[in-house]
């Protein structure tokens, strides 16, 4: 079985990515509100994923 | 059918019995076929990444209650992706739990792919009793 390496920022998005898709479908009723619920998510991820990076780098200084 | 007609078990017991099997295949089921498939090719998607970066499958054990919950709690979680998981198992392709963050990574994504079908099952269950469009 092939292997694959991801790097946390990777495996993060790729999460993220998923998560979100999945969040839009099963939550709203229309397409149009699916597709903004999902990109909300996604972006809600990637903005606690980059605060907590941050938030972690200036806490270890 | 009638909302009560649709809330008894012979009806959606089979749906949810399928969408728990095959990802997605509950909204197939229930002519929802687009988000079906993008139901399932994002659980796949999230359980083949796990799978190849090597993460290790769950199984229960108990101890103390932190042993307990994080081991029984992800066998249900890996568990939840049916066939993929079963697959897995009968082949023999899960992994043997190794230290090391990528695989660290992988046993996450795999439990969080049972998680995602455990959204789509309650989603299939709630259109299958008509509480849902």
């Known amino acids: 079985m092939p292997k694959m390496n991801l790097t946390h920022l990777e495996a993060s998005i790729l999460f993220a990515v998923c998560c979100s898709i999945v969040l839009g ?23 606690t994923l980059f605060g907590l990076g941050w938030l972690m780098y200036f806490g270890h200084r | 059918m009638s909302q009560k007609d649709k809330a008894t078990p ?7 019995g399928i969408a728990w099997l095959i990802p997605g ?3 197939f089921m229930l002519q929802r076929r687009t988000r079906g498939l993008i139901l399932f090719f994002t659980v796949l998607t999230a359980f083949l990444a796990g799978l190849l ?13 932190f042993t307990t ?7 249900i979680g890996d568990l939840a992706s049916g066939i993929f998981y ?5 082949m023999g392709y899960d992994q043997p739990d190794m230290p090391g963050h990528v695989h660290d990574y992988g ?9 995602m079908n455990i959204l789509a099952i309650v989603d299939a269950y709630e259109i299958a009793t008509g509480k849902k469009q």
């Open chain 2, 10 to 16: 012979a009806v959606w017991l089979p749906i949810v």
């Open chain 2, 107 to 115: 046993t996450k994504l795999l439990v969080a792919a049972g998680l």
């Open chain 2, 86 to 90: 079963l697959f897995t198992v009968w």
């Open chain 2, 69 to 75: 919950l994080i081991y029984c709690g992800g066998f």
């Open chain 2, 25 to 27: 295949g509950g909204h």
């Open chain 1, 25 to 47: 479908l099963v939550t709203k009723r229309t397409d149009r509100e699916r597709i903004r619920y999902a990109l909300y998510c996604f972006g809600c991820f990637i903005a």
């Open chain 2, 53 to 65: 970066t090597r993460g290790s499958m769950f199984s229960p054990q108990t101890g103390d209650l």
